[in-house]
């Protein structure tokens, strides 16, 4: 709360200063679209040979707040500037938008926090307002898009945008060229403007090359293509449906809403009743099922008042007609999507932007329950009457119940659901609880080891300690405090006698100018020694490397007799040892901490006969595929390839931050990477993923082919 005070002072002393900065910028650049030179020497080179040279905090804070602002717009407006681009590309005669243009989200995100920074306000505040400024930013930058479209339009540039020839295919066995064509598109393909070119690859382009098809069309599944099928689609029912309103929400009219709701409960009806005469939901075939809801929807359009209501029936009813016919759906729980198909109704009629969202929460509801029921026969089998089962159940029976909250009853239940699959495969799943209680066990520990790391530092800023100490301190015992902690708790009398074990070797390793000190190092070297040994045993240190690390000590404890460091006092020790005993109480906060790899170099140490730890393998990450990586979601389906071994595996387990990432088999093998192993592996094509892209972005491809085909049948 005092951070959001001061934040929220800060803004308002500065905030008028940085509006006006950012002002300033934007009319100085209006004559070229350039960013001044000022400011261009802070955007990233494209090009050229590389230069290297040593970048302060303030520069790096400066690019990571503005990476996730840029995110964030692109996330946001991703389609509508793609529109734009093209449009600016053609009426300038050139391949693509210049790399400073002020129209790139990265460049209008490096303009917000440079100014930013000009006018006095400090990265730290920038961080606490981050959410409401990312959010309000990509606001109004997809407004600010969408209106030079309009107003582009209105001059006749482009009208309309055929995506085809800017698509791209998949690269051929050589990996030399890029075709035009129909398969998925990326901003890659739209800045070439269809034409063939080569593909050069170097460096870490090379490794892009080994980036199967799949793999490829999957990232791109969830970035531009989708963002541009989505604009294709609201571009394509905006001119059968002139009247939609561009309000947040509109109302639906009574009769279609009193239609929805017969529908709804007509449905629900019938197949309770199947279900209580002894049939299961899935006797009820698809085809049967598709015509049923084929005759509610004549009716349905019967009911409407506008021609956006029947527009929005006919799309709706063409998302749901690509999900019931998804063989990889068991018949089970095909039956509750199609149950889901009127509340989505009622809210893409109520609310304008459902179409255009790649998150609106219902969508969001319908990828997350398709991902976890995707999978392998194998499983498959095991869901009829199972708990997921019974969650999907639930779900839609509470969206059912709440007809008039719109996307909120969404929100709420993917929430829910996202909560259960968490406690499912830590508590009920057989074949992955054991494999996320070690997976948690290891960032526990690795959490608790970053800690005691930090605080040791502190402790041992001002202390004169051999440097060999501090850094045995550092590097093996708070791995083997954190160790104890998680294995006997952080009050436990164990990790007391590690504490105590720390202090006594800090006061070992000072200065010794007295006999009577020295021999008393001498007495209590023994029992120190075989301590120290215990602890980095129970931390899985080998036998080998206690004994070069007890070298070591004994080399600095010897350099300690002849010290002429400052003596480290009674009372300077007894508080050291004070602190040490309540050393839990300093820890800093395990959710500000990223276990990477900056901090955690190697986690193979956590093999063990029911957790592999994936230490090697896979190519070079792009910045897309790591963030691609961390958008995997719980309860998807892969195939690993692994160890000799091709395996059909779920994620189970996202740690914080989504650091580390946990896969199990259903046979029970866990497989745990860190982010950036993850992202390799992504690359390499080593983990594909079982969808080629979400049951809703599949959906809404084949519901805009249908409609591009026949366009009438919007308003038929």
Not at 233 to 242: C, E, N, Q, V, Y
Not at 244 to 271: E, H, W, Y
Request: charged residues 25%; aromatic residues 6%.
């Amino acid at each position: 709360m005092a951070l959001r005070r001061s934040a929220e002072d800060d803004f308002k002393g500065g905030s008028a200063f940085w509006l006006q900065g950012v002002e300033t910028v934007l009319r100085t650049a209006s004559s070229d679209w350039l960013v001044p030179p000022a400011m261009s020497a802070n955007l990233p080179a494209h090009g050229g040979r590389p230069s290297f040279s040593l970048v302060d905090n303030e520069t790096i804070e400066a690019e990571i707040l503005s990476s996730r602002l840029a995110l964030a717009i692109k996330e946001r407006a991703s389609w509508e500037f793609n529109d734009l681009r093209l449009r600016i590309v053609l009426l300038e005669g050139r391949e693509e938008v210049d790399v400073n243009d002020i129209l790139r989200p990265e460049v209008l995100a490096r303009i917000a926090v440079g100014t930013w920074r000009a006018a006095g306000l400090n990265h730290g505040t920038w961080r606490t307002l981050q959410g409401v400024l990312d959010d309000e930013f990509a606001h109004f930058s997809a407004e600010a898009y969408h209106e030079a479209n309009v107003l582009l339009i209105a001059q006749g540039v482009l009208p309309e945008i055929d995506l085809r020839p800017l698509i791209r295919r998949a690269p051929e066995k050589t990996g030399a060229t890029v075709r035009s064509g129909d398969a998925a598109s990326n901003e890659t393909g739209f800045s070439h403007g269809g034409m063939s070119a080569p593909r050069h690859l170097h460096g870490m382009d090379q490794d892009t090359r080994l980036m199967p098809h799949t793999a490829e069309v999957a990232l791109e599944g969830g970035g531009a293509h989708v963002e541009a099928v989505l604009g294709r689609l609201s571009r394509l029912i905006g001119r059968h449906a002139a009247e939609s309103s561009s309000a947040k929400t509109i109302p639906v009219s009574a009769n279609l809403d009193a239609a929805i709701t017969r529908v709804q409960q007509d449905i629900a009806g019938r197949l309770a009743s199947v279900e209580q005469a002894g049939q299961p939901g899935a006797a009820q075939g698809t085809s049967a099922l598709l015509d049923e809801l084929r005759e509610h929807q004549r009716g349905l359009k019967s009911s409407a008042s506008t021609a956006d209501e029947r527009a929005t029936i006919e799309v709706v009813a063409l998302l749901f007609q690509s999900i019931l016919t998804e063989d990889r759906i068991p018949a089970a729980v095909r039956v509750w999507f199609a149950r889901l198909q009127m509340p989505v109704l009622r809210v893409a009629v109520g609310e304008p932007d459902f179409f255009a969202s790649l998150d609106h929460p219902a969508k969001r509801l319908i990828d997350s329950m398709g991902a976890c029921v995707m999978g392998f026969d194998s499983n498959n089998s095991q869901l009829a009457g199972g708990a997921v089962e019974k969650e999907i159940k639930r779900v839609v029976q509470v969206v059912e119940a709440y007809p008039d909250t719109g996307s909120r009853v969404f929100q709420t239940v993917l929430t829910e659901f996202e909560r259960f699959l968490e406690n499912y495969f830590k508590n009920e799943n057989e074949a992955s609880r054991k494999g996320v209680s070690l997976a948690e066990q290891v960032e526990q520990r690795e959490t608790l080891a970053i800690q005691f790391t930090i605080e040791l530092r502190k402790m041992l800023n001002e202390v004169p300690v051999q440097e060999g100490v501090s850094e045995f301190l550092f590097h093996v015992w708070a791995d083997v405090l954190a160790m104890t902690a998680v294995k006997s708790g952080l009050h436990s009398e164990d990790i007391k006698v590690m504490k105590r074990t720390a202090a006594d070797l800090i006061w070992s390793a000072s200065a010794k100018v007295s006999h009577e000190e020295r021999a008393d190092v001498i007495r209590r070297l023994p029992p120190l020694l075989k301590v120290l040994r215990e602890g980095m045993a129970s931390s899985g240190v080998g036998r080998a490397e206690q004994d070069e690390h007890i070298q070591h000590l004994n080399q600095s404890l010897a350099a300690a007799f002849t010290a002429r460091t400052v003596l480290i006092t009674k009372d300077r020790l007894d508080q050291l040892l004070a602190r040490l005993e309540t050393l839990e109480e300093l820890l800093p906060d395990a959710d500000d901490l990223e276990i990477d790899e900056s901090l955690v170099l190697d986690l193979s140490a956590h093999e063990s006969g029911d957790l592999e730890v994936v230490a090697s393998g896979g190519s070079t990450p792009t910045p897309a595929m790591t963030a691609w990586a961390r958008e995997l979601q719980a309860g998807s389906w892969f195939m690993l390839d692994y160890r000799n071994r091709n395996d059909p595996v779920q994620l189970a387990w996202r740690g914080m931050h989504r650091q580390l990432t946990l896969f199990v088999s259903s046979q029970g093998r866990a497989i745990l990477f860190q982010q950036q192993r993850l992202a390799a592996f992504l690359q390499a094509g080593l983990l594909v993923p079982v969808q080629d892209e979400s049951l809703m972005a599949r959906a809404t491809r084949s519901a805009l082919a249908k409609l591009e085909e026949n366009p009438g049948r919007l308003l038929d």
